[in-house]
């Protein structure tokens, strides 16, 4: 089967397309005839070597987090799935290989995918759904009646957290785009922020928590609007000791992550605030809660209605990074599924 593999870290993002063998499936595993997979932030991260601290892969390595796809053949003890269900997952940190047309994972990683979505839609899911419920249930810990603000949160990101924090009775305010107001108003936004027209550190304070979507050059601006108390989550900044130690790192490592967070930790806790890292993993019980939300809500993510193949890999990743998108980017595999 063909599947995208990097070969060495680079900055270029520079991968080959190989031939290799469908794997074969343990006994509490599902093979997956992959139908699409994401193109996600993670992938930059993963070539580049950005990441490498926390995830050192073994090259070659097949790229690619989140797929959609059909369950060809189950493991001997799987109960949960049969051969024919649609299905979608994030892979797991140590075992990701979505960019290729089979995929062996463990069934209970792997949910059917919602009812209201097609199998397109429903690749931009398990990512950065699974990112925003592990943010606000276990790096946050919000509680009801609290203030939630997101930086930059009118893209993919925001439209999955935003109806996961208002089912949690939080007050939500992102800041975003002009033409993605009247969107995340109706999805029900308690206030946006046009950044065109207003900066949020000069309109909001007294904010109980916050994800940072935007990196170091915004952490002192997001830390000025919040309470003393209140904890900010990132998904770009540094990690740090209290992520190194949740992951069960070696002493070393934790040492090391310590070192690298510190001035986060440093400047957060300034202000009174918890400083948090999140890298999401993958959770199948979780994504279960995630689809039954997207159910609900009737949540449609977008995706770019650019679709490439896995020739066109090199392409796709320089469409996704480097140029104006229009939703999650999809690589097809199974030409059963139409563009």
Same mark, same amino acid.
Do not use: C
């Given at each position: 089967?063909?599947?995208?593999?990097?070969? +060495?870290?680079? +900055?270029?993002?520079?991968?080959?397309?190989?031939?290799?063998?469908?794997?074969?499936?343990?006994?509490?595993?599902?093979?997956?005839?992959? !139908?699409?997979?994401?193109?996600?932030?993670?992938?930059?991260?993963?070539?580049?070597?950005?990441? +490498?601290?926390?995830?050192?892969?073994?090259?070659?390595?097949?790229?690619?987090?989140?797929?959609?796809?059909?369950?060809?053949?189950?493991?001997?003890?799987?109960?949960?799935?049969?051969?024919?269900?649609?299905?979608?997952?994030?892979?797991?940190?140590?075992?990701?290989?979505?960019?290729?047309?089979?995929?062996?994972?463990?069934?209970?990683?792997?949910?059917?995918?919602?009812?209201?979505?097609?199998?397109?839609?429903?690749?931009?899911?398990?990512?950065?759904?699974?990112?925003?419920?592990?943010?606000?249930?276990?790096?946050?810990?919000? $509680?009801?009646?609290?203030?939630?603000?997101?930086?930059?949160?009118?893209?993919?990101?925001?439209?999955?957290?935003?109806?996961?924090?208002?089912?949690?009775?939080?007050?939500?305010?992102?800041?975003?785009?002009?033409? !993605?107001? $009247?969107?995340?108003?109706?999805?029900?936004?308690? /206030? &946006?922020?046009?950044?065109? $027209?207003?900066? &949020?550190?000069?309109?909001?304070?007294?904010?109980?928590?916050?994800?940072?979507?935007?990196?170091?050059?915004?952490?002192?601006?997001?830390?000025?609007?919040?309470?003393?108390?209140?904890?900010?989550?990132?998904?770009?900044?540094?990690?740090?000791?209290?992520?190194?130690?949740? /992951?069960?790192?070696? +002493?070393?490592?934790?040492?090391?992550?310590?070192?690298?967070?510190?001035?986060?930790?440093?400047?957060?806790?300034?202000?009174?605030?918890? &400083?948090?890292?999140?890298?999401?993993?993958?959770?199948?019980?979780?994504?279960?809660?995630?689809?039954?939300?997207?159910?609900?809500?009737?949540?449609?993510?977008?995706?770019?209605?650019?679709?490439?193949?896995?020739?066109?890999? $090199?392409?796709?990743?320089? &469409?996704?990074?480097? /140029?104006?998108?229009?939703?999650?980017?999809?690589?097809?595999?199974?030409?059963?599924?139409?563009?």
């Amino acid at each position: 089967m063909k599947a995208v593999q990097l070969q +060495k870290y680079n +900055k270029d993002l520079k991968v080959t397309v190989n031939e290799i063998s469908v794997p074969t499936i343990q006994a509490d595993e599902v093979l997956i005839k992959v !139908a699409y997979a994401a193109i996600t932030p993670l992938e930059k991260l993963t070539i580049t070597g950005a990441v +490498k601290l926390i995830q050192d892969y073994p090259k070659p390595v097949t790229l690619g987090n989140e797929l959609s796809g059909t369950v060809v053949e189950v493991g001997q003890s799987v109960q949960s799935l049969a051969v024919g269900n649609v299905v979608y997952t994030r892979l797991p940190i140590t075992r990701i290989g979505a960019f290729a047309e089979y995929v062996a994972v463990k069934a209970d990683l792997v949910t059917t995918i919602p009812k209201n979505l097609d199998v397109k839609s429903a690749t931009a899911v398990p990512l950065t759904g699974l990112t925003a419920y592990q943010a606000l249930t276990e790096e946050l810990e919000v $509680e009801a009646g609290k203030t939630l603000f997101i930086s930059s949160g009118s893209g993919s990101f925001g439209q999955m957290a935003v109806p996961l924090a208002k089912s949690m009775g939080l007050k939500v305010i992102i800041s975003g785009n002009t033409r !993605a107001k $009247e969107a995340f108003l109706e999805k029900g936004v308690d /206030q &946006y922020i046009d950044y065109t $027209e207003e900066n &949020y550190w000069e309109v909001l304070s007294d904010v109980d928590y916050v994800i940072d979507t935007l990196g170091p050059k915004e952490f002192e601006k997001e830390l000025s609007i919040m309470k003393s108390g209140g904890k900010i989550v990132s998904l770009i900044n540094a990690p740090n000791k209290a992520f190194a130690e949740k /992951q069960g790192f070696s +002493k070393f490592k934790t040492l090391l992550f310590t070192l690298v967070g510190q001035k986060f930790d440093r400047k957060a806790k300034a202000q009174g605030v918890a &400083y948090r890292f999140i890298f999401v993993r993958a959770d199948g019980e979780q994504l279960k809660v995630i689809t039954d939300m997207i159910e609900r809500e009737n949540i449609v993510p977008a995706v770019d209605p650019r679709i490439f193949n896995i020739d066109e890999i $090199e392409t796709a990743l320089d &469409y996704t990074f480097n /140029q104006r998108t229009n939703g999650k980017v999809l690589i097809q595999f199974d030409t059963e599924y139409a563009h």
